[in-house]
């Protein structure tokens, strides 16, 4: 089946018709032509993979990960950089016109392509690490990623070492996070199992923790080596990473964002919701005279607490159950809203609404639900709108748009 690629659908497949139907091609471009293998199939649309590219782009190179189109983590590794962010702004500008937004989209590229992560999380499956494999549930052994931080990929090799030698019957998944001087390890298992460290993980900050996922409250997390205090700098700001709660993934790209946001942020009052450790409510507090964060998760509302300046004040919740109160008692200039993927609650954007708070600046790392929130938003008018390549070689993109009221 030849298939001729028009467009570019949100999760980065290019976009042809087969009878009259859509039909999405993974690792294609606009402009190609390709042979294709039917791989599955709705009444409304199809999806083909790749059998042969016949006419390709200009802007086709040979990708670097040898797990590329396996994997699945990767969208956009068999095209330019340049050609990628082309496309990441065709994504956003054709969503955006669902909400009536026709202006530019500026995109603040990353100066890294590849080894801009300092978190990654592994799958453990029979004494092996790798990816399991979200559309077939297989396991995908892997040597390295090369999204992933050089620190990263040194600790990945030290600790495929240690599982070598050491067999585990609950252990789910191995999380790396880098700081400035240091690698976290956490080893995730499912329930108690006996687990220590030998010599050659003792260069790393390792973790053991037990529950279902290392995000949840709920999960118990153990030091079992490592320095005490880990840190990470911005600028000449020095804060604490802890195991873990909520990190941006790419720091030279979160720190470009945390500057755009204090740059727009005006006026004295500012409401920092879903302020995960609380960095970005410290730098606002340097300009603004009173800052309040809002974070559900406790790890992440503790290590706020201790970085806070005088005129911070964390609270720990959820942002829909405390911000409709807040902004009855007390007016406020701006709100930031930066939501996980699944978007703020129907009720935190109208309490925003009835109160007309004048700037909102909302930051989404899931443009489908910024769109559905910006819909709900009717008395706001979107006055700008950026990409930040968070997320380089994947459709994933961190975006950031600024509504004023009308
Ligand atoms: C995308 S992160 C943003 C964190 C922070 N702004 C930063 O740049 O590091 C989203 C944060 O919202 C928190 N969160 C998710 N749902 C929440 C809710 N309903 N109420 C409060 N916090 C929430 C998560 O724990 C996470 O820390």
């Not at 006026?267 to 450790?277: E, K």
């Not at 005088?310 to 930031?336: A, C």
């Not at 909302?362 to 950026?386: A, G, H, M, T």
């Amino acid at each position: 089946m030849q298939i001729d690629i028009f467009d570019i659908s949100h999760s980065g497949s290019g976009v042809g018709k087969v009878d009259g139907k859509v039909a999405f091609v993974k690792y294609t471009d606009i402009g190609e032509k390709v042979e294709c293998r039917l791989k599955s199939e709705t009444s409304k649309f199809a999806n083909f993979e790749v059998v042969k590219v016949l006419k390709p782009s200009k802007f086709r190179i040979e990708p670097r990960c040898p797990y590329f189109s396996v994997c699945g983590g990767c969208d956009f590794q068999h095209l330019s950089y340049d050609r990628e962010l082309e496309l990441k702004k065709l994504i956003l500008k054709n969503e955006l016109k669902k909400v009536n937004f026709c202006g530019d989209v500026e995109i603040v590229k990353c100066s890294k392509r590849f080894n801009y992560r300092n978190k990654i999380k592994l799958a453990y499956f029979n004494g092996k690490l790798g990816y399991n494999l979200e559309k077939s549930h297989e396991f995908l052994e892997i040597e390295s990623c090369p999204l992933a931080d050089d620190k990263i990929s040194y600790a990945i090799q030290d600790v495929k070492v240690f599982l070598k030698n050491n067999h585990f019957k609950y252990l789910k998944n191995v999380y790396f996070r880098s700081c400035d001087k240091d690698v976290l390890i956490t080893f995730l298992f499912s329930q108690k199992e006996k687990f220590e460290v030998d010599e050659n993980l003792k260069k790393y900050s390792v973790f053991k923790a037990i529950g279902a996922i290392l995000e949840s409250d709920k999960t118990k997390i153990f030091k079992l080596c490592g320095n005490n205090q880990l840190f990470k700098t911005f600028n000449t700001f020095k804060f604490n990473v802890d195991a873990k709660s909520f990190m941006q993934v790419n720091d030279e790209i979160a720190f470009k964002l945390y500057d755009e946001i204090i740059s727009l942020t005006s006026g004295q009052n500012v409401i920092n919701a879903y302020s995960g450790q609380g960095l970005l409510s410290v730098l606002l507090s340097t300009k603004c005279q009173h800052v309040v964060g809002i974070e559900m998760q406790k790890s992440a509302h503790e290590i706020a607490e201790k970085i806070k300046t005088q005129n911070v004040t964390n609270l720990n919740g959820k942002v829909e159950d405390i911000l409709p109160n807040l902004v009855k008692k007390q007016r406020y200039d701006t709100i930031i809203l930066d939501p996980a993927r699944e978007g703020c609650k129907k009720e935190v954007l109208s309490a925003i609404e009835n109160e007309k708070i004048h700037n909102i600046i909302y930051i989404s790392c899931n443009f489908p639900s910024l769109i559905r929130d910006l819909k709900l938003l009717d008395n706001y008018q979107i006055e700008l709108v950026e990409i930040f390549d968070m997320f380089p070689n994947t459709a994933n993109m961190e975006v950031l748009a600024k509504l004023c009221l009308k």
